[in-house]
């Protein structure tokens, strides 16, 4: 990894974002704590970040919401979202506003490692998404994705 990655780790649950934290610092990404969607947008805004890792259900403004606001305020950083329980709805909803990915928890951090990976070298398409079956990811299903 030439460059140290800055993320932005949101939850509203204090013990997840600490632990999400240790890991990506351990790996030797830079990451940095907001436990809700407003301060997510608040520190999108005066921070470059090269990747929001955010829970979708939060009190207040929601994941997909301050997905939608990140964007307008950072259209080129990516937003991953992660949920133990989100709809349908709320997946489609991600992806229609630009979520690089939506991910299920409890959290399988390969695919997260791959896509920091390729940050910076070129586009990226990512197909990974909630409804990947948890067996699949017990096994170690490799992350799907493109690099176009």
Known sequence: MSKKLKVLVVDD????VKTICDILLFKGYEALP???GEEAVQM???????CVLMDIKMPGIDGVKALKMIKGASP??????????A???????AKLHGAAAVLGKPIDFQPIFSF???????????IEDISRSKSNALQGEPFNCEVV
């Open 87 to 93: 709809t349908a709805e709320q997946v489609a909803e």
């Open 44 to 50: 999108v805004k005066g921070n470059d970040f090269d």
């Open 76 to 85: 080129d950083t990516p937003v991953v979202l992660m949920s133990a329980n």
């Open 13 to 16: 649950e204090l013990r997840m």
């Open 116 to 126: 920091f990976s390729l940050l910076g070298k070129e586009e990226i398409v990512l």
């Open 34 to 36: 907001a436990y809700s």
